[in-house]
């Protein structure tokens, strides 16, 4: 059965400090692995599609990687308002609808 | 940029109220989606179209039903609301070939009394 699995649930940073978030995930046929932003109360905002292992993907702070079972979500000094829910998706070639599938997120809280 | 626009954001409404929630999008895509998302859990479908006259049940079951009469515009309507109604619904579309990025609109907030 498909799955996408995201840690760690909540991470809280000091301004400044770097890290990662992770996406493990399992399907049968990988057609696109996507980042999505989430602020409270509102629709995840679109970050990134990659699409085969090797691929890399930068915006201002975030950069984005994939490998055949993972991807990472790479956070260089990060600023309080890069605070958000962050979630990560991924289609599978065997669905019949191109349909998504979703983490359950991590909870990114940085502090000044 | 992504034009999708949902009304209301917020509903409060009794048990049994029969309710539509809003979805329209500018872009002219032809998928259109409907999710549901408790707090701090998954994304899950309830309904896509993939065009005009189109509509499909997600993954999730839902007693809401989704209409698609016109390409801009998705409502989704419960007959009978009730407390287990109660969640964020997110509608979301994209184009229909090439890679399927989808744009969220805002969301609508039930809660059902």
């Known amino acids: 059965e498909d799955q996408v699995t995201q840690s760690p649930e909540a991470l809280r940073l000091q301004e400044g400090e770097s890290s990662s978030l992770n996406c493990s995930y399992t399907?049968?046929?990988?057609?696109?692995l996507f980042w999505y932003r989430q602020d409270p109360g509102k629709g995840p905002e679109f970050l990134f599609t990659?699409?085969?292992a090797g691929e890399e993907k930068e915006k201002e702070r975030l950069k984005a990687t994939l490998t055949k079972k993972e991807s990472f979500l790479h956070i260089t000094a990060p600023k309080p308002e890069d605070s958000a829910t962050y979630l990560c998706a991924v289609q599978d070639l065997s669905g019949g609808y191109n349909k998504l599938i979703f983490g359950a997120g991590t909870r990114l809280a940085v502090h000044p | 940029e992504a034009d999708i626009y949902q009304t209301p954001r917020y509903l409060v409404i009794g048990t049994g109220k029969k309710i539509t929630l809003e979805c329209s999008q500018t872009?002219?895509?032809?998928?259109m989606y409907w999710y549901q998302q408790d707090p701090g859990m998954e994304l899950h479908l309830i309904h896509y179209?993939?065009?005009?006259?189109?509509?499909e049940k997600g993954d999730l079951s839902s007693e809401s039903t989704v209409s698609r009469i016109r390409t801009e515009h998705f409502p989704l309507t419960l007959e009978s609301a009730r407390p287990s109604h109660t969640s964020q619904y997110l509608c979301a579309s994209s184009e229909y070939g090439g890679p399927n990025t989808q744009y969220f609109g805002p969301g609508t907030r039930l809660t059902v009394l």
């Open positions: 872009m002219g895509h032809d998928k």
């Open positions: 990659l699409y085969s």
């Open positions: 399907v049968s046929g990988l057609r696109g």
């Open positions: 179209s993939y065009g005009v006259n189109s509509t």
